[in-house]
Every structure is written in structure tokens, then in C-alpha cells.
């Protein structure tokens, strides 16, 4: 006599394995989609955030460049320019906030113009060619260096004032002996600063 017993899997245990099998593929695809996008936000994160260090370096490289104050007659009232005549800060409402400097060259030889602007979200710099002679070269083309910035602020420290926001104080008293830069970025809470000297 044969033994007519089943063996292997009915239909319905083949239909149920096959459906929690594609049940763990799919959740084993969403969870590695999910890890690649949240490892694509890191990357833009980190890229923008050099970006971001690259900038305020650069600012603060052309800040330390600029030129001294030239030595000329004292004003008879007393007042005295915070900032030197190299260095000049322009935000006013709506339109674009411009930092310019005049600074030393890299290569030490001439003075270089130099302009940071921010202007709809984009901050840009424009760099002249050195000269030795005034009228120094034209400034050449804006660059765009850092994309979804939401605000670019500019202070000065001003001894036995602290921390003067624009517009500066007609009567400080006392040179500027410090610059402080602060770069808000889209979607971050607390903007970036750099702090620095004015020697």
C-alpha cells in the first residue's frame, strides 16, 4: 500500500511565505532609502558648512590685509573715524549689504580692491587686480561663494563701547579694534561668527 500523505507546502503556505517575504524586502528598501537620503542630507549639510568655514575664512583673510589707517591732521572736534578709510560697511534696508576693502596684495606687491555682497540669498566677492597707483584696477566680476544665506551682519568693537551695530556712533571717542561677522544660514538656528582684529 502507498503512503498518499501530502509533502512540501500547500498553495496557501506558498502564497503566505512569498507575500512575508516581499513584506521584508519592501521594509528592507524603505529603510535603506531612507539611509542613502539622510546620508545625501549629511553630505549637502557638510558640503555647505565648508563652504560656510571657507567664506568667513576668506573675509577674515581680506579684513587682516587691509590697509592701515594713513597718519593725517587731527580734527579739531575730536572726532575720530571708528573704522579705517579701507574698510567701508553699507547696508541699508532693502538693498544689498556690501562690505569693500582695500587690501595688501597675497603677493605683497600693490593694494587690491575687494567686495563681499549679499544679494537675494547669494553671498558674493569681487576681486580687482593689484595696483601700485590710484585709481586702483576696476573690480572684476561677482562670484557667487555661499548660496541660502538668510542674513549677513557686520559689528565693530569699539573700547569702553563693546559691540556697535550699523549705523556706527558718530562721536565713539575711539577706533575700532574689532570686527565681528555673522552669517545666517537657511534652516539653521543660530547664525556663524568670526571675530576679528583690527591691527
Known amino acids: 500500500m502507498t503512503d498518499t500523505g501530502q509533502e512540501g507546502f500547500t498553495l496557501v503556505e506558498m502564497l ?13 528598501w524603505r529603510g535603506l532609502d531612507a539611509v542613502l537620503h539622510a546620508d545625501e542630507q549629511l553630505g549637502q549639510q557638510a558640503r555647505q558648512t565648508q563652504a560656510l568655514f571657507n ?20 580734527d579739531p572736534t575730536g572726532a575720530m573715524a571708528v573704522l579705517p578709510a579701507s574698510i567701508r560697511w553699507q547696508a541699508q534696508g532693502e538693498g544689498p549689504a556690501i562690505l569693500m576693502i582695500e587690501r595688501r596684495s597675497d603677493a605683497g606687491a600693490g593694494t587690491q580692491q575687494i567686495q563681499w555682497r549679499l544679494q537675494q540669498g547669494v553671498l558674493q566677492r569681487a576681486i580687482a587686480q593689484a595696483g601700485t597707483v590710484y585709481p586702483l584696477p576696476e573690480l572684476g566680476p561677482l562670484q557667487d561663494v555661499l548660496e541660502q544665506v538668510t542674513a549677513w551682519n557686520l559689528r565693530i568693537w569699539i573700547p569702553a563701547r563693546g559691540w556697535q551695530s550699523w549705523p556706527w556712533p558718530e562721536q565713539a571717542g575711539a577706533a575700532a579694534t574689532g570686527i565681528e561677522l555673522t552669517v545666517q544660514l537657511e534652516g539653521q538656528e543660530h547664525p556663524y561668527r568670526k571675530v576679528v582684529m583690527l591691527l
Do not use: K, N, W
Open 16 to 28: 503566505v511565505a512569498l507575500t512575508i517575504m516581499a513584506l521584508i524586502s519592501l521594509l528592507s
Open 55 to 74: 567664506v568667513l575664512a576668506q573675509m577674515g583673510r581680506d579684513l587682516e590685509l587691509h590697509l592701515p589707517p594713513v597718519p593725517g591732521p587731527v
